[in-house]
């Protein structure tokens, strides 16, 4: 019941209270009588009231946002159903091909890429957190002379995304770990960082984290010789570190986000609804 309802039924109660006072032989109930009934009545309709405000929340806003969550929960399942499959071909495509692993834990925004390479253990993760906004109006009205000139050209990845890459061997006690990102389907190594302890180098924690901080982790990967960048690139791409990788990232990268989005507004919807 709204609150405008609330004060009618509490007027409509004050009245009908009244006339029937005014319409009672004085040969009937006493005054006390008649104002324990009015009391109830009152109480009655005030407890109504507090019990229809607390099932569509505490505030006054909550059904217009819980409206809005739906309306935007319904517009992401129809176009995720126009796209078709739950799972987009090429994700399908690249784990038909049976050389990285996929591991992706719902509510997490880092995903890890896994494979055997020999002796070797390949560890790649990145995060959807990458992920950039569209370009604001600002930006795109300042470089609105430069996309004319480059009107012909074709569009270029604007999300780059770091990758972290660790790679360890059974039957050696040290890691590499190569930070680079993805951008324009193609892997641009910033660094190469050598551990000789492969747990310290590859260990997810915020105690090995420290630790790490105050090592030496190697020049910048531009600054080597060209032909040591050259052949350390062949190095990468012989452990699938390649182009095709390179591609993928990115598009795995918006499509974990879209399910994380998707989940995000459900359960925010749930609470608001509590």
Known sequence: MSSAS????????????????????????????????TGRAVTQCQRSFSVSARSFGEGASDVAVSSKLSEEIKYEQEAASADGAAEPDFIKEFKSKGVWTVVDNAGQDEITLTRKFGNESLRLMFSIADLQAEEDPAYEEDGAEAEDADADAEPSNTSPIRASLSITKSNGSGALNIDAVCQEGRFIVDNIAYYKDAQEGTELTAEADWKRRGLYLGPVFETLDTGVQEEFEKYLTERGVDDTLATFIPEYAEYKEQQEYVKWLSNVKTFIDL
Do not use: F, W, Y
Not at 21 to 36: D, E, I, M, T, V
């Open 6 to 37: 609330a004060l009618r039924s509490l007027r409509s109660v004050a009245v009908s209270s009244s006339r029937a006072r005014l319409a009672a032989p004085k040969s009937g109930a006493s005054k006390l009588q008649q104002l324990l009934v």
